[in-house]
């Protein structure tokens, strides 16, 4: 190389990092939830990013949108991948029934579609609706760890009966097969390396575990779900159009059916199965690490089980790993207070399966810049949300009350560390 | 063909010109002038353009652009647009009447437009009326949209985004003006076919004026209601120019077949633009707010009100004289830009809804004449999105060309 082209080389260099030193830097991992699970290969991540612009696509009414929906892509609800602003909650209803809890159906039930097309009514909550319960849209992050936990692993956690009796006893919720479960099911099995780990039947049902209530049997049952109720999208596990049965036509929109394709779907699903797990900060502090300890010594951990397992998975990164969710996945009673007379399958209108607690140290950073804690957002410190914990979880509030202010804020420094 | 023919096949008088318009206007067929006496097979060549002392003029102008940005980190690459190239064509096809077109290709022939295709009448200074597919008089950009008069490689993004520039619609009307000393009054208004239902029908997720452009609104307007639009402007012959514009009119498809079957949806665009200039410093502006009927069914999420604003600082900084150019100019540029796209606030949180964008936009431009421009921009923009949470920062430079031939 000449001197000459010696000098154009390096004042290229400088030149490029004098730009470089005007663009703005990448977020650290720990302040977002986005990105992929370590490890993946080349074409793994392409599958990710074409998940990834699936999930980002705002669907028009030429596309498929509604004629009644919620919101016009996954990323408005999830915005970030984190838990979702209070504007694009769900609220849903129903009341009791002589052969139990009645999703109403001839009034649009269970899932309320505020929003519209133009030219087509939204819905409105019944005034015969009894139960009548808001969701605020969880984080996406992570959700292919708990996909891949086996069933069994599940089971073993399920303590119905509290035999072991710390007061707390998770249920599993349990779902009558129907074919959109079994089509679910069976499309997953595909490819694993263990088809019978997942889509176990206990008692002739299956076990559900996404969802607030557990409604959803595996990710790809919850991505065609909030298809077609979220957004009005049909696919082909879900080709029924939403309608208003208050518009007196089941007459819907005007895009052909399917509105998105099978591999649109699995592409969401993959994109859903490979979304990292949130990164901890602070995790050596020693608050943290104090409050960690408060956090199990005050029976927390009971339903918030801090560490899981997955069973065999196709995908690599998902094989086998233990992770730390801070969820048990099971239905637990929370009392009165987080009773809103709403529920599905077969838990009461008192139990709420247990969240997970990662990510929830960023929850504003996805929510507008404040934080809306508990499946509704009625909440706004944590402190407050550990509060209106009741039921299983008395014992837990009764022990965090009883705890100095600083250990109190010890706790809450943990929480925020997740 | 002979002059004589071009003379005879010349356009009707002032009167007939009037009814021809108004008999347009009230939807019935226009006047035939005169039985033409060539054969059919000989239209094609029948034309006044053909073997005369052509008016008719050719231009147009090119751009072309690279890009390099980065958001929040992860960036895209290097990569380099033809952003446009227009051809226009201009005739003053009598003493009274010309016309003028513009035919634009966008990024090679992704996109092809006919942006302009219109005829004026010119009865007096104060009194022109126009026709044809005209560039509604809404801002200042809208019509002034050529890239090689602008020393930024972007147009700002208030008009594009609210003020749908380049904004082309089938329509008629008239224009003029008046000068007393220093100062010039001119006034502009027409009727056209006015934007669609894609307003709100769209694929942004957002409401978005740009959306209701439709190639079919060239052909027929979606609800039978034009669209009004006015401009009234106070120029200074040293100081520069005021404008104030509106532009109105139902945009969804409220009926069918006659039959209504929706609300009117009414979308209103107000703008005021200043062009002037202090001492050596050139300044350009425009603020736009528009006001939009949302469905029920989209409130909220769709903005129902918008508004914008850039202001352009120029500063020729350097006049250098080489390669036989005598005019040439370094201009140093500053652009500051905002949009909010969705002014409400959240009925669930009563904060605010987020959907906005600021942006500065620091340049320097190289003209050698006056019709042609090299041109250097650095930009930085925090785009917030509809929840309000912390904003994406993106950044990046362009450089770029634009010339008039």
Known sequence: MSGSTKAVALACALGLAACDAFMPSAPLDEDVLDGTIEGMTASQVGQHIAGDEEFGRVFAVADGLGPIFVAASCEQCHAGDGKGHPAFSLVRFGRPGIAGFDPMPAFGGPQLQHRSIPGYPAEAVPQEAVGVSTFNPPAVTGLGFLDAVDDATLIALADPNDMDGDGISGRLQLHEPDELIEAALELERRGSPDPDARGTLVNGRYIGRFGKKALTVNLLHQTVGAYQQDMGVTSDLLSEDLFNPASGSRASDSAPDPEVSSATVANVVFYLKTLRVPSRRDQGDADVLAGQQIFADIGCVGCHVPTLMTGASEIEVLDRVEFHPYTDLLLHDMGPELDDGYTEGRALTSEWRTPPLWGIGLQDSFQGGQAFFMHDGRARTLDEAILLHGGEASGARTRFSGLSAEDQARLIRFLESL | ?405
């Open chain 2, 1 to 405: 063909m002979n002059r004589s023919r071009v003379r005879r096949h010349a356009p009707p008088r002032f009167s007939m010109a009037c009814v021809a318009l108004a008999a347009i206007a009230c939807g019935a067929a226009p006047v035939q002038s005169q039985v033409d006496s060539t054969l059919t097979q000989s239209g094609l060549y029948n034309r006044p353009f053909i073997g005369s002392v052509s008016s008719t003029s050719v231009g147009g102008y090119v751009e072309g652009n690279t890009n390099y940005f980065v958001e929040d980190g992860v960036t895209e690459g290097f990569s380099m647009e033809l952003r446009r190239f227009n051809i226009f064509l201009f005739s003053q096809v009598s003493q009274r009447v010309r016309f003028l077109s513009e035919l634009e290709f966008e990024h090679g022939t992704e996109e092809i437009a006919l942006e302009t295709a219109l005829v004026d009448l010119r009865l007096s200074p104060g009194l022109v009326l126009r026709g044809g597919i005209i560039l509604p008089p809404l801002g200042y950009l809208n019509q002034n949209h050529d890239s090689p008069r602008w020393d930024f490689i972007e147009r700002p993004l208030v008009t594009t985004d609210i003020i749908p520039s380049t904004l082309s619609e089938v329509g008629f009307g008239a224009y003029g003006s008046f000068a007393r000393g220093d100062l010039v009054l001119s006034y502009d208004a027409y009727l056209t076919n006015g934007l669609g239902a894609g307003v709100v029908a769209n694929e942004t997720g957002r409401t978005d004026i740009a959306s209701g452009k439709s190639e079919e609104l060239f052909g027929e307007d979606n609800n039978g209601s034009p669209a009004l639009t006015g401009r009234v402007a106070m120029r200074h012959t040293s100081l520069g120019e005021v404008g104030l514009s509106y532009y109105g009119g139902y945009y969804n498809d409220y009926q069918v077949e006659g039959v209504q079957v929706d609300d009117k949806r009414w979308l209103g665009i107000a703008a005021l633009d200043v062009v002037g200039e202090v001492g050596p410093t050139s300044l350009r502006a425009e603020v736009v707010y528009a006001s939009i009927d949302v469905p029920t069914g989209l409130a909220e999420l769709h903005g129902d009100t918008q508004w914008g604003a850039y202001l352009d600082v120029l500063l020729p900084v350097w006049r250098p004289q080489f390669l036989g150019y005598t005019d040439a100019v370094v201009t140093a540029g500053l652009r500051l830009e905002a949009v909010d796209y969705n002014r409400g606030t959240f009925s669930t949180t009563g904060s605010a809804i987020g959907d906005q964008v600021t942006a500065l936009v620091p340049g320097v431009s190289f003209r050698p004449s006056s019709g042609t421009v090299f041109r250097a921009n650095y930009r930085y923009h925090w785009a917030t999105d509809f929840q309000g949470n912390d904003p994406a920062r993106r950044a990046g430079f362009q450089v770029g060309f634009a010339t008039y031939f």
